[in-house]
């Protein structure tokens, strides 16, 4: 199973261990931007559409 | 990316002799701006419908309720507290390309968020809105139901419904009389800026103060048993759910710092861009815990708290005073420490305004239609005095308005406070900002305004001289007693239902039920005294059912709502220990808008001449007209228009019949108390309410029909029917006492860009701003767009995106208000000076 923290999207926080955010870029029709969101390393992420292996 | 501006172009002089002001902006601003300002998703309804692309954010909605029912033992202020301090810690958040400033309330910029414990009428009305769910659209309708069932029955305003005088609460809902919720889930809140906008507070040390208090209090609850510390054990509740918002507040704004950073170590390879998400990380980890040291510290936390604040509740206004606030760091910035240019700063106000213009929450219909293109009323005051009488206005000042002239935003606009130490220059910016069509600064007579603040709510003259624009127009003080945290909508007044009413013995034709109370038979009425006997009656039922909901809603909505947040912003609330919309120790502030106001006065005029004076028509056969809605008695409707004297010709005969209404609602005003045993003025203005309200109003003897716009401001003239010329416009609203007679009043103004061109229509200008001044009007905005852009504009709505007009209490860009309205602006007479 994958999980998040074989994502490349994903980025553990330094100072919280075992939390992390999943960092996407997301180009809409009008502008770009990073988004973020929290991810804990170890969450199931086999039904993720935007999984990238690290 | 620097502050480079685009490179001019020789067709700039060319749009400039054609008065194109929206593409020269196009043309002067930075790259970085024009990418942000095109960035913008329209918010703001088109019409009354969103435009395509824009989607409810179902996100923030579905952390809030799962947290909401997992804390569900817990006091209603904390409950709201760690509901709020999840979706802060959870919510997706983004940095756009090239934004200096962060924050939105939502998790994306293509959403438009909803406030799902307000009211279930609105949240059905979610449900049925076709186009604005996510996809896969039946899964996102799904989650709609589900949350939608989850708060059936336990929203604000359901609460206050079940205690609501059951005729009252149907009157009120009936649509016709008045809008508006009667809770602070979509309230106005006032900002208590004194306290945390100065550069001498952050939340931490808010947090310390509270801690302070909870230990003070903790102390006096081990003490002696008696009555007089129980009331203790709820204020230490409160302080603890002020506390838990705040620290969530820290933690979000982290987030941003965190997202930044990674984005600048991990993602971004433009040295420059790097630079600029290193000090956006920094920016966040500094504000809003600490106070701000510099101008981008300065909006971001300002930013950052409006932004929050949306999150606890649909805030309808954004009252602000930001050049007064920020324009100490602007000076020390850019004109002493010199590490900002003049064009970085300008990319920071642009960005700011931007960011605020991007800004959108779920409407219903209503709410939609009474202000198309916007999605609130972010009046931005600028100008004024300081509390010690002297000129408040700054660098930044002039600042703001140049760069509104760049960024053509409808929403924020500004407001401008005048008083008489205002300098030439920074008239002349405001002037540039109205030839160049924005519809803003509107002007606000700064010493008439204050007057009228102490006149009506007791505030110290220091502390009037505060005064922002809570929302289109009133104007309240930002101090500890004297800010209002919220002011509901619902005390909203449909006033054209006074006069009908009066005419139709208090039954609505249009809704078909009795409303107002029994006045008589108006066809047996055989004097005008008869007729305004009736007309006062109504308006003070109409007035009191409104001011009623609206006390009660205030009254219980700490208890059915809650603000922790605001709370933790509000220094008589953390002081206390008291939710913020408790009004405890507030000075009260409170107004009801007027909308459709001025058809009274030509109404009651018409039939006072031609029904009583001239006996050219008995009220049996006016009554008959007007249930006839006017049809077949076109020649007789015609004479009512033509034949009867109008508001805002410098006549007498109707002047002082708009007076006597003024005056007798006044004292009206006096009886009728708030929360805080204060007064209730009356502020006419529409919003765009004349457009929303012209299916509701009946034929009235000013010769409208139902479904034709009503007049456009609170004291404006009938469209086409000031013929007197400007100077008439001005005698007439000069006759009003602006600080006895009410809280303000809207005054719409068309000029014509030909006559305003160059220096000569500058001077013009300046000397009918004299007059203005001198005959005491606290308010007056322009339109200075001239009818071949405005009907090029409807037929080839793609080619001018960005122009602005001024609708009735605020600026939207023209084509996005909807064909009636555009009409109706085109139709306003255009005055020659």
Same mark, same amino acid.
């Given at each position: 199973m994958s999980t998040c923290s074989d994502c490349k999207s994903f980025f553990p926080r330094e100072d919280e261990p075992g939390k992390g955010d999943c960092v996407r870029r997301v180009v809409d029709p009008r502008q770009a931007y990073y988004t973020t969101k929290p991810k804990n390393p170890e969450d199931d992420a086999s039904g993720c559409g935007e999984f990238q292996k690290r | 990316m620097t502050a480079e501006p685009a490179k001019l172009d020789v067709s700039l002089q060319e749009h400039e002799e054609n008065q194109e002001w929206w593409w020269i902006a196009e043309k002067k601003r930075s790259k970085r701006l024009d990418y942000l300002r095109k960035a913008v998703w329209k918010k703001g309804a088109l019409g009354g419908n969103y435009a395509p692309g824009i989607k409810v954010d179902l996100e923030g909605p579905k952390l809030f309720t799962d947290m909401w029912n997992f804390w569900k033992f817990d006091p209603i202020i904390m409950r709201r507290a760690k509901a709020l301090a999840h979706v802060f810690d959870n919510i997706s958040i983004f940095i756009t390309d090239h934004s200096q400033i962060v924050g939105y309330w939502?998790?994306?910029?293509?959403t438009i968020s909803w406030r799902?414990?307000?009211a279930s009428i609105v949240n059905e009305e979610l449900y049925n809105e076709p186009g604005i769910m996510p996809e896969p659209e039946e899964e996102s309708l799904r989650k709609v139901a589900e949350i939608n069932d989850y708060w059936a029955g336990q929203t604000a305003v359901d609460k206050v419904a079940r205690i609501l005088d059951p005729e009252d609460a149907v009157k009120f809902l009936s649509g016709a009389i008045g809008w508006g919720a009667p809770t602070s889930a979509y309230g106005y809140s006032g900002k208590n800026y004194e306290y945390y906008l100065k550069g001498e507070r952050g939340f931490e040390d808010i947090i310390a103060d509270i801690e302070d208090h909870i230990a003070e209090a903790e102390e006096k609850t081990i003490g002696t048993p008696g009555p007089d510390i129980l009331h203790i054990y709820d204020r230490i509740q409160n302080w603890e759910a002020m506390i838990t918002v705040l620290e969530a507040a820290i933690r979000f704004a982290n987030r941003y710092a965190r997202l930044a950073r990674t984005m600048a170590e991990h993602l971004e390879t433009d040295e420059k861009r790097k630079e600029e998400l290193l000090r956006i990380a920094e920016t966040c980890e500094r504000v809003p815990a600490k106070a701000p040291r510099n101008l981008q510290e300065s909006f971001q936390m300002d930013m950052l708290i409006q932004t929050m604040c949306r999150f606890e509740a649909s805030e309808g206004a954004w009252p602000a005073r930001p050049d007064y606030y920020h324009g100490p760091f602007y000076e020390k910035d850019v004109l002493q420490d010199k590490t900002l240019t003049e064009e970085e700063a300008t990319d920071l106000i642009g960005e700011f305004m931007i960011r605020a213009y991007e800004v959108g929450g779920f409407g219903p219909r209503w709410a939609r239609e009474g202000m198309q293109?916007?999605?609130? &009323? *972010?009046v931005w005051t600028i100008g004024g005095v300081k509390p010690d009488g002297s000129d408040a206005c700054n660098a930044l000042t002039t600042a703001f308005l140049r760069t509104a002239r760049l960024i053509r935003v409808s929403n924020p606009t500004f407001a401008f406070r005048w008083h008489p130490k205002v300098s030439d220059e920074v008239m002349r910016e405001c002037f540039e900002c109205i030839r160049h069509g924005l519809g803003y600064p509107s002007f606000r007579h700064d010493p008439i305004l204050v007057a009228n603040c102490m006149n009506w709510h007791g505030h110290p003259v220091e502390e009037a001289? &505060? *005064?922002?624009?809570?929302?289109?127009m009133s104007p309240c003080p930002t101090t500890k007693n004297g800010v209002q945290p919220f002011r509901m909508a619902s005390a909203t007044a449909n006033c054209a239902k006074m006069v009908e009413y009066a005419l139709h013995n208090g039954y609505d034709h249009v809704v078909g039920m009795q409303m107002g109370p029994q006045t008589g038979d108006a066809r047996t009425f055989t004097d005008f005294e008869q007729l305004f006997d009736a007309w006062t009656r109504q308006m003070q039922w109409l007035l009191s059912l409104l001011v009623r909901t609206v006390n009660l809603g205030r009254y219980k909505d700490a208890e059915f709502y809650g603000r922790p947040l605001l709370s933790g912003i509000t220094e008589r609330a953390v002081e206390r220990g008291i939710d913020a919309v408790n009004p405890e120790g507030e000075r009260g502030n409170c107004w009801i808008t007027g909308f459709t106001w001025v058809e009274n006065a030509d109404s009651l005029a018409a039939v006072k001449k031609l029904v009583f004076d001239d006996k050219k028509y008995t009220m049996d056969q006016l009554i008959t007209a007007l249930e006839s809605n006017w049809d077949g008695y076109e020649q007789m409707r015609l004479d009512f228009v033509n034949k009867a004297p109008k508001w805002g010709n410098d006549d007498d005969y109707v002047d002082d019949i708009m007076l006597r209404c003024l005056r007798t609602l006044a004292k009206h005003s006096r009886v009728m108390r708030c929360t805080s045993n204060n007064t209730w003025p009356i502020s006419p203005q529409n919003v765009s309410g004349n457009i929303h309200y012209s299916s509701v109003v009946g034929a009235l003897p000013n010769g409208r029909r139902l479904g034709d716009a009503l007049y456009d401001g609170g004291i404006s003239p009938g469209p086409g029917l000031d013929k007197k010329g400007p100077t008439a416009v001005l005698k007439s609203c000069g006759k009003i006492d602006h600080v006895g007679d009410g809280r303000a009043f809207l005054l719409n103004q068309r000029l014509s860009p030909t006559q305003m061109a160059g220096e000569k229509g500058y001077q013009l200008w300046r000397a009918y701003m004299r007059t203005w001044a001198d005959l005491g009007l606290d308010h007056i905005q322009f339109n200075m767009v001239s009818d071949k852009t405005l009907r090029a504009a409807q037929k080839d709505p793609e080619k001018y995106q960005e122009v602005i007009v001024r609708v009735a209490g605020y600026s939207a860009h023209f084509v996005d208000i909807s064909r009636k309205t555009q009409d109706n602006i085109i139709q306003r007479t255009v005055q020659g000076i």
């Open positions: - | 939502g998790s994306a910029p293509h799902v414990d307000g293109g916007i999605t609130g &009323t *972010w001289r &505060t *005064w922002v624009h809570q929302a289109c």
